[in-house]
């Protein structure tokens, strides 16, 4: 287990700080800075529209019906979780007395982690391809929520109106959610997913296909000084280090499964591995389509991310090891 920790976590933090690296360079040289960032909005297309789509069908697709039912509670871990950091998130901005934008700013970073483009990658680094079934329906149930829940939230704090039309729309078009429903239909009808093209996923593709979304990662993350945003920092850490990967080990004993031991169940270790993900990227696009503070959103998800990486998720692996 620590050697496999130790190559991924390796194989994350190296893709994550080279994204970080280039943004830097790109704001040193200006005159990198138009063509650097007209290239990672590119890689960031190409991940919403064709990476997450395909990870997700063959992270689903791959199964039968039964192997599906066998790992479905994770959605129900993932809804139990986002509820309970929601809930807490808000109760802790009202009793602080903060105003809109910042209740909006910490419960979107409560509540929504960064389960896809972090995430996929980190249960894939630590499980390989046998823990991405269960991950992908984790992270629908929390990017989908996400898309639906962030939007109505930011434009509330931006004071702008969204009608329920254009919320359906984003989740129909939303690819990843589309690509959901198409590999559910493969397993529901019983259709065959050819072999040479999950071989070729799973030894050609997946490497390539994470390691752009880890990028995308690091180029997104802005870089402030973290004083200014200790409390901030403390209250969604907790919510999100804490509560978060707490609910769902709950929720895993009271579902009766099993994390470790000579038969652990395939859904455990994916979900308290996502749990402990930091805020997520989404956040921060929102944040600046709606004009909010882009830095309070961004030292949430630089910070946070660093501890998830070298604290949080060695400490679970850790605990998942001795049970």
Known sequence: MLETFLGA?????????????????????????RPMDACFRCLNVFVVWAVL????????????????LGFGNALLLAFVGLGVCFVSSVMISYIA???????????????????????????????GVGGLGPASLYAMGIGIP????????????????????????????????FMLIVALLFVGFGAPLPGVALDFFDVH?????????????????IIVRPRKY??????????????????TYLG??????????????LTPKPALIQSAMPPAIFNLFLAYNYKLDRKLYGALIF?????????????????????
């Open 146 to 177: 996400n898309l639906i829940f962030g939007i109505m939230l930011v434009s509330s704090a931006a004071k702008k109106r969204i009608t329920p039309g254009s919320l359906i729309e984003n989740v129909v078009t939303f690819p990843a959610a």
């Open 230 to 247: 200790a409390g901030f920092l403390t209250a969604v850490g907790a919510i999100r280090f804490v509560v978060c990967p707490l609910v």
């Open 97 to 127: 007395k903060d105003d809109r934008k910042t209740t909006v700013a910490i419960t979107m970073n409560s509540a929504f982690m960064n389960v896809t483009y972090l995430g996929l990658p980190v249960v894939y680094a630590l499980l």
């Open 205 to 221: 593709l997946a490497k390539l296909f994470f390691a752009s979304m880890l990028l995308v990662v690091g180029y997104q993350m």
């Open 252 to 265: 895993i004993l009271a579902l009766g499964l099993h994390v470790g031991g000579s038969m652990p169940d």
């Open 303 to 323: 910070y946070l991310t660093l501890v998830s990486l070298f604290v949080v998720v060695p400490v679970l692996l850790f605990f998942i090891s001795i049970l």
């Open 9 to 33: 976590i390796t194989y994350i933090l190296a893709l994550v700080f080279a994204g970080v690296t280039l943004r830097v360079a790109g704001e040193r040289a200006k005159v990198l800075k």
């Open 53 to 68: 789509p395909l990870v997700v069908f063959f992270s689903i697709a791959r199964y039968s019906l039964p192997g599906i």
